[in-house]
């Protein structure tokens, strides 16, 4: 069965700089990927999505990703953090069955210090 | 152009009750997908409707049922609610072209059960 896993629960990161958030994924075939990121009270917001192609994918905000496929790995990615990007992220990948179900990971809280 | 529409936003209801919750897609979209989402389990998957039509379906029991009207508005209903439905109801609207088609989440209803 289709998983999304994300092992890290909270990062704190400092203003400026850099960030990874992990997110592994299990999936019998190409897997549709994608990182949403939702702030206190709101909605998703896409981020970013892979398909096919270029493994390296660019998303709004300056966040890119990275997919690896010998490591099942959708790595999410932005070289300078702001304070604006505190915010929870989720990892997710297409279900597989038709239509657009998505499967989430439990999300990872990302904090920014000053 | 206006985004997904969710209502209402903050809703307290009583062990045993029903309650219908209503999300108005993007114009255009005629995919709707619902999803719970709770501290413990995440996000999860409930169903998705497209034309009026539920085309997949989640874990979750018979209490929670959906439907879709002609103009892709949609209703999800739980009936004899229990203390465990408390939870973040999201909707999120897509063209509905299959796996990789982007969603776009409205904001939520925060879903109280006493």
């Known amino acids: 069965a289709q998983s999304v896993t994300q092992p890290d629960i909270h990062i704190t990161v400092s203003e400026g700089a850099s960030l990874e958030l992990r997110c592994n994924y299990s999936?019998?075939?190409?897997?549709?990927l994608f990182w949403y990121v939702q702030s206190p009270g709101q909605g998703l917001q896409l981020l970013l999505k892979?398909?096919?192609?270029?493994?390296l994918v660019q998303g709004i905000k300056g966040f890119e990703a990275e997919f690896k496929r010998s490591q099942s790995s959708f790595n999410l990615r932005k070289p300078s953090v702001h304070w604006s990007d505190a915010a929870e992220y989720f990892c997710?990948?297409?279900?597989?069955?038709?239509?657009?179900?998505?499967?989430f990971g439990k999300g990872t809280t990302l904090s920014v210090s000053s | 152009k206006a985004g997904v529409t969710q209502t209402p936003r903050y809703l307290i209801k009583t062990r045993g009750q029903q309650v219908t919750l209503s999300c108005s897609p993007i114009?255009?979209?005629?995919?709707v997908s619902w999803y719970q989402q709770t501290p413990g389990q995440g996000l999860q998957f409930l169903f998705e409707?497209?034309?009026?039509?539920?085309?997949n379906k989640g874990n979750f029991p018979g209490r929670f049922s959906g439907r879709q009207f002609s103009n892709s508005r949609s209703e999800m209903n739980v009936s004899t609610l229990e203390l465990g439905d408390s939870a973040l109801y999201l909707c999120a609207s897509s063209l509905g072209g299959g796996r990789g088609t982007e969603a776009f989440f409205g904001q939520g209803t925060r879903l109280t059960v006493v």
């Open positions: 114009s255009g979209h005629r995919s």
């Open positions: 409707y497209f034309s009026e039509t539920q085309r």
């Open positions: 997710a990948v297409g279900s597989g069955q038709a239509g657009t179900a998505l499967i």
């Open positions: 999936y019998g075939a190409t897997p549709y």
């Open positions: 892979y398909f096919s192609g270029d493994t």
